[in-house]
Every structure is written in structure tokens, then in C-alpha cells.
């Protein structure tokens, strides 16, 4: 599917030299997380040895991946920077907007009525600037870049925290923001600060009913939703080599759950394997030229606790399965203890649905181990006791799969197979009986279980387990079921055991597809007309912000001081808005609404100093707007953390706000704030927070003068006509101030090509 192979060539041509570098500046052996991070520095060699955790550094990623519902908002901006190409090989994958319910082929014609528009924009802006397109139903976005774009050694960034999944195949793969994408897409670099190392030694070999995802599992039940965050998870030992490609993605894609940067494996003869199996025998040959630099060094590996800076041992051999969940993926328990915990917490013991897939857990292998234990529930004459959903991850593994009977083994148990996508993954779930909101279980081999995820039901208790645990308790119906000790009971009235489940970990007869799903582009798009109806209220062509006119901001007026905490989330709300990722001026109907305002303790109820009355956020800002009046939105600590969305950023921006004044911000937004020409500026005295009155009026006082390491002033108009002026702190550079006076960083990398 066009991989690049001569891109792919060029990385290992030079990364004996770069490691080589890298390993005299550091002056020690190298990690392959090191490795991989020093070989792809935007100046191609480090002045330094980078402090992990502090320094922040430029890269230069291979690729770039986008999934449909972040894709829309990064195209419209890429749209804008003035490009008649994307500068790195760059794919779009169309997985999240497809809604499971019946079966795969009528879902995914709903999928193509209700949002054809938005397939059409994003194949057609592929089509224009050089992006490979993933039709709907071709697949997910993470298994399609695991069959055929990843590599040992690269890396990648996507737009999709899930990018990490590409760690399996020996990348560093990191998901970001759209913003982000866009800047590597236009040829800029992309920064990220160096992240710490933690080291997971695998010992022993996995067997019987203990799984890839068990070892996940078990890591974020050590480390907690949290524990990773900032680090890359760095896995190795023998217990690594021995486990397969596919089961090396699904730990690294739920090293998103513990909040790591991404996770990684050095290459090895299982992913040898996986390339020549998915058709990229020449990538397989490349790398078996350099492969001493795509792992760890040697010296790195046998003495983990100098090189890491925190180490976890795991001996495979004695790892049980687990069900992590409800609610959070870290909440560990291993099989034998279920009945016990479930007893104590009252979690519903009767499980009603078992789905199988998701970018997590679709690879053939998955499926065929799966299918080993539901063949057994025929073959025993066990009546399945939950429903079962398949996701498969791809076109490829669902032909292969349908092609050698697994999927007929499912259907026989009136498994539904639903489309290539992520379906229920994603909350794109029609279930049956959802809104019913009763109490209920049910067990998925994905790797988020948040409440509300699946299905909406704030009661669903789901579970995460590995697809043969997944297909045993679902076959099962209960929750508790052991199935190393417990035996049921067939129509017969005999009692049975299910056999240890057996599988391949690549099809005996080798992969097949009909049609893939993919679309290249054309190689000349110049001549691609994107048509965007003016009427859509799905999408919307952006109109680039206004370039500062040099004046201070003055007479501006309070629009919210949000109190507490102010996540992306409460900035821009997902949910049912996700329908207008692609439409600016839709989606900033949900500009702060969810911020609590500091005053009367309320959720979307600002006091508009217009009319005196209290309305909802954004309206009030659209008519100061209208009114040609500024305003600002003042917040607290860790202002737009969680998610990378640049919605948070590009709405208030939108709606005419001019400055963001907090006491700390979280780091990605801020950066997002800086790229879209917006002020973001902190507090110099935190107090200075409690001075902020409903109804100050704020004029800036030296923003001529914007220069790095230099506060601004701003002084405070108090209703009563007192006043008092503050300083306020900046983290701008020269580009990012440049980025403020063009109005937006796209403004700027627009400007520099015309
Ligand atoms: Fe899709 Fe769920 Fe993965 S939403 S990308 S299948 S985490």
C-alpha cells in the first residue's frame, strides 16, 4: 500500500551514524527508545545530551497517521498553510464515524448516508495533497498502520492517542494533536520534550490462557492511569522475543491507559516475520542489515536499573489472565479473584455481551485464539450465554479470517460481525436495551472502559480482558468464571472444561484481500477541486484569523473566570459535538460551556456586561463580538488538560476572545493557544486570581513591547473606578510571538511560501 521503502531506506541508511553520535554525547549505552529519538532529531544530531523529562526537543517523524474525527479539523488547517503537498507520508484512516448495530454491511451504508459528506472532504483534500486515504470499512486506523506502514526503528505521529499501537512493530509512535500533524505536514518540526524510560523485563514465556494483553494488563495495575505518563515503556527480554508482532501492539497500544508518551520493543525475528507476512520482505531485509541499532544496546539490557529510570519485572510464566476494570483500565484483577472482588464491590456477575476486536485486540491471531474457544463451545455443545460483537482491526485479517472459517465460527454462535472500525470501541454502539440504564457487565477486548464508552450507560460495568478470556466468559455468562478450574454444564446436562485456547499467530496460508480499502493519491492533485457546501453544517472551510493590528487590547471585558478545573473537555465537549469537529463556527456553540463560572458557581451562566443578564458562554461572546468588544477568560491551575484537541484553542479564538489569563496551563494547550495567534499568559503573583471582578474591564499596557522573557502589564478597571495593575508572565519565543502577530502559526508558514 505504498509504504516507502526508499524513506524507510534513507532512516537506516544514516542511523548507524546517529547512534553512534548519540552514544559518544551521552556517553553511555543506548536504550531503543534513545536510539530512535536521537536518529530522528530535526538538525540530525544533538549539541547535547537531552535531559529526560526537561528538555524540550525537535524531531523529525517519518510519517504522519490521521483518524476521520480529528482528520477534519488538521485538513481544514493544512488546507490553509499554502502547500501543495504534505511534506511527510501521511495516511487518513475513516474508522471512528461508523456506528455498529446490525452487521457490518448495513452499518456501514448508514455510516456512508449519514456522513458521506465528510468521507468525500477527507478524500478529496487526500486526493489534492499526496494523503493515502483508508476508505470506511477498510479498517482501523492502528491495525491498517501496523499491516503496512510501520517500522522497526521509525517514527511516527497520528492523530489518535492509540498511535502507540505502531510500538509493536519497534517504532516510537506517539499520538498529538491536529495542530501538531499540521506542522510536520507543512515540513516544520515537531517538539516534544524527552521523555523518561521506564524498563519492563519480560521473563519466562507466556502458555495456556495467558495472553499479550495479560502482560498490559498487569502493567497498568503496577503503574495505575498515571504511572507512565511522560515516559516511554521500553520492553524487552526474553519473554518479549518470544511473543508475537501482533501481541507486541496490543501492549503498546494500552500503554496509552497508563498515561505513557508511547511504548516500544526492539525488532526481532517475530517481527521479521510479520513483515514478510503482510508483503514487506524488503523492509525485513533492510533491517536485518542494521538491526544492533533497532534494540536496546546489550550492556543497556542486562543492567536495566542503571539505564531506566524505573524498572518492572514480569516472568510470563507464572502471569495469569486478568479483567481489568470496571470503569478504569488499571483496576487489575487477575482471573482466580474475580468472584471474591465482584461479591465485595457488587459488581453484576452475569455478563451480557462479549466483543471481540477494536485497534487493541483484531489481529488474525486474536481472532484465531478466539475462535479456537467459541469452536469448543459448538463442539461441546455449550450454549453461549452473552451475545457476541467482532470488530475485526482490518480488511485484510476480516478476508483472511472469513477465507479460513474463523469468522464462520463466530456466526455460529450468532456472533455479529460488525464493520472494520472501531463500533462500540468508540461509543458508536447502537445496543440494544442501552438506554434502559439498568445495571449490567459486559467484557471487551479493548482498552478503554471508561463509564459511558461503550454504550452511554453510566451503569455498563465493562471489563477488559484478552479476546479468548473474552470469548470464554461470554461463552460462560458470568463474570467469575475461571476457566483453568471451572466447568460448565452443555445442553446435555454434562459437565465440560474449555481447553487451553490455540491459534496462529500469522494465517498457516498467508494473508488475503480482495480490496483493501485504500485509495492512493493522484501524484499531481494541483487540479482537485475540494468542495465544501456553504450550507454544511458538518463542515466548514476555515477563514485564517486576523493578523494583530500592533495596539494594546484595551477596554476588554470578563467573558468567564472558570473556577477549578478547566479541562479541554469543559473548554470543548465531546460527545454529541464530535458531528462538528469539522465545522469551527458549529462546534463553538459548545465554546466553555462545560467551565464553572467563578462567580455563581455555574455551569455555562456568564454575566454579560452588555446587557447586565446572565446567558450561556458562547452566546454572550458572540454578541461582544458582534459589539466589537475584546474579552478574556481567566482560569485556574492546569488550565485544558486531558485531551489535545486544538478545538479548545481555535473556539474562543473564533468567537473573538483575546486572551487566556491562568494561574498554570497544561502544556499542550498552551502550545495549541500559542499556535492559533491567541494570548496565553500567566499570573507573575497566583494571587493575583482574587483581583478579577465580574465586571473589571482589562487594558494591556505594554503589548507593543511583546518580547521574550518579558511580563506584560495589565491593568484592571474595577466597576467602582479603581484600579490596579498586574504583571503577567509568558512562555512566548520570537517564532511564537511571530505566530501572535500574523494572527495564527499557519498565517506565518503561509506567509514564508508565498
Ligand atoms: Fe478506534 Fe477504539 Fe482504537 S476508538 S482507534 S478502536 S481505541
Not at 510500538?167 to 507543512?186: E, F, K, N, S, Y
Not at 508483503?279 to 546489550?298: F, M, Y
Not at 485556574?636 to 486531558?642: R, S, V
Not at 497544561?666 to 495549541?672: D, G, L, P, S, Y
Amino acid at each position: 500500500m505504498a509504504f516507502d521503502i526508499d524513506m524507510i531506506k534513507k532512516v537506516y541508511s544514516q542511523v548507524a551514524e546517529r547512534v553512534t553520535a548519540a552514544r559518544e554525547i551521552t556517553g553511555k549505552p543506548l536504550t531503543l527508545a534513545e536510539k530512535i529519538l536521537y536518529s530522528h532529531l530535526w538538525d540530525g544530531k544533538a549539541d547535547k545530551a537531552f535531559s529526560r523529562g526537561k528538555d524540550y526537543v525537535d524531531f523529525a517523524p517519518d510519517r504522519i497517521a490521521c483518524q476521520d474525527a480529528t482528520a477534519q479539523m488538521a485538513l481544514l488547517q493544512f488546507m490553509q498553510a499554502g502547500k501543495v503537498k504534505v511534506a511527510v507520508p501521511t495516511t487518513v484512516h475513516c474508522d471512528h464515524l461508523i456506528q455498529a448495530k446490525v452487521g457490518a454491511d448495513k452499518d456501514l451504508q448508514t455510516a456512508l448516508n449519514t456522513s458521506n459528506e465528510v468521507f468525500n472532504f477527507l478524500e478529496s483534500v487526500s486526493n489534492k495533497y499526496g494523503i493515502g486515504f483508508w476508505k470506511p470499512g477498510a479498517g482501523i486506523i492502528h491495525q491498517v498502520v501496523l499491516e503496512n506502514y510501520a517500522f522497526p526503528g521509525g517514527m511516527m505521529i497520528g492523530t489518535d492517542s492509540h498511535t502507540v499501537n505502531a510500538g509493536g512493530l519497534g517504532m516510537v509512535a506517539i499520538g498529538v494533536g491536529g495542530a501538531d500533524a499540521v506542522d510536520v505536514m507543512a515540513g516544520m518540526p515537531w517538539e516534544l520534550k524527552f521523555p523518561k524510560l521506564i524498563g519492563v523485563k519480560l521473563t519466562g514465556k507466556l502458555s495456556g490462557w495467558t495472553a499479550p494483553k495479560d502482560v498490559i494488563l498487569k502493567v497498568a495495575g503496577i503503574l495505575t492511569v498515571k504511572g507512565g505518563t511522560g515516559a516511554i515503556i521500553e520492553y524487552f527480554g526474553p519473554g518479549a522475543e518470544a511473543m508475537s508482532c501482533t501481541g507486541k501492539g496490543t501492549i503498546c497500544n494500552m500503554g496509552a491507559e497508563v498515561g505513557a508518551t508511547t511504548s516500544t520493543f526492539g525488532y526481532d525475528e517475530s517481527m521479521e516475520r510479520y513483515l514478510r507476512s503482510t508483503d514487506r520482505s524488503d523492509i525485513a531485509d533492510a533491517a536485518n542489515e542494521v538491526k544492533e541499532h533497532l534494540t536496546g544496546d546489550p550492556e543497556v539490557y542486562a543492567n536495566p536499573e542503571q539505564y531506566f529510570d524505573q524498572v518492572i519485572e514480569i516472568n510470563l510464566s507464572e502471569l495469569l489472565p486478568h479483567l481489568n476494570g470496571p470503569f478504569t483500565p488499571d483496576l487489575a484483577t487477575p482471573v482466580g479473584e474475580m468472584n471474591k472482588k465482584a461479591t465485595e464491590n457488587d459488581w453484576p456477575l452475569k455478563v451480557e455481551w462479549g466483543l471481540i476486536g477494536s485497534c487493541t485486540n483484531s489481529s488474525y491471531e486474536d481472532l484465531s485464539r478466539a475462535a479456537s474457544i467459541a469452536q469448543q463451545a459448538i463442539d461441546k455443545g455449550l450454549k453461549t450465554k452473552a451475545e457476541f460483537g467482532i470488530n475485526p482491526g482490518s480488511e485484510q485479517v476480516r478476508y483472511t479470517a472469513e477465507r479460513d472459517g474463523l469468522l464462520d465460527i463466530f456466526e455460529k454462535l450468532d456472533a455479529k460481525i460488525f464493520t472494520n472500525a472501531c463500533g462500540p470501541c468508540i461509543g458508536q454502539w447502537a445496543r440494544e436495551g442501552a438506554d434502559k440504564a439498568e445495571k449490567n457487565s459486559i467484557i471487551h477486548s479493548f482498552n478503554r472502559n471508561f463509564a459511558k464508552r461503550a454504550d452511554g450507560n453510566p451503569n455498563t460495568h465493562a471489563f477488559v480482558a484478552s479476546p479468548e478470556m473474552v470469548a470464554a466468559v461470554a461463552i460462560s455468562g458470568r463474570l467469575d468464571f475461571n476457566p483453568l478450574t471451572d466447568k460448565l454444564v452443555n445442553e446435555n446436562g454434562e459437565e465440560v472444561m474449555l481447553d487451553e485456547p490455540t491459534g496462529w499467530e500469522l494465517p498457516p496460508r498467508g494473508f488475503d484481500v480482495e480490496d483493501a480499502g485504500y485509495l492512493a493519491p493522484e501524484e499531481d492533485g494541483s487540479h482537485v477541486n475540494v468542495v465544501v457546501n456553504p450550507d454544511s453544517e458538518r463542515l466548514e472551510l476555515l477563514t485564517p484569523f486576523a493578523a494583530w493590528d500592533g495596539k494594546n487590547i484595551t477596554g476588554a471585558k470578563l467573558l468567564i473566570k472558570a473556577f477549578g478545573k478547566c479541562t479541554t473537555d469543559h473548554i470543548s465537549m465531546a460527545g454529541p459535538w464530535l458531528r462538528y469537529r469539522g465545522h469551527l463556527d458549529n462546534i463553538s456553540n459548545n465554546c466553555l460551556i462545560g467551565a464553572v463560572n467563578a462567580y455563581n458557581k455555574k455551569t455555562n451562566s456568564v454575566k454579560s456586561q452588555i446587557t447586565g443578564d446572565y446567558d450561556a458562554v458562547p452566546a454572550t461572546q458572540r454578541a461582544y463580538k458582534a459589539a466589537g468588544v475584546p474579552t478574556i477568560v481567566v482560569g485556574d491551575h492546569n488550565y485544558g488538560e486531558g485531551s489535545s484537541r486544538e478545538h479548545a484553542a481555535m473556539e474562543p479564538r473564533h468567537l473573538g476572545v483575546r486572551a487566556v489569563i491562568v494561574k498554570s496551563f497544561a502544556r499542550i494547550h498552551e502550545t495549541n493557544l500559542k499556535k492559533q495567534g491567541m494570548l496565553g499568559l500567566t499570573f507573575a503573583n497566583e494571587n493575583d486570581y482574587d483581583l478579577i471582578q465580574e465586571d473589571d474591564t482589562f487594558n494591556f499596557l505594554d503589548l507593543d513591547q511583546f518580547a521574550p522573557d518579558r511580563q506584560l502589564a495589565l491593568e484592571i478597571v474595577h466597576a467602582d473606578g479603581t484600579k490596579d495593575t498586574i504583571q503577567l508572565n509568558h512562555t512566548y519565543n520570537d517564532s511564537q510571538i511571530e505566530w501572535f502577530k500574523e494572527g495564527s502559526a499557519l498565517n506565518l508558514i503561509k506567509k514564508q511560501n508565498s
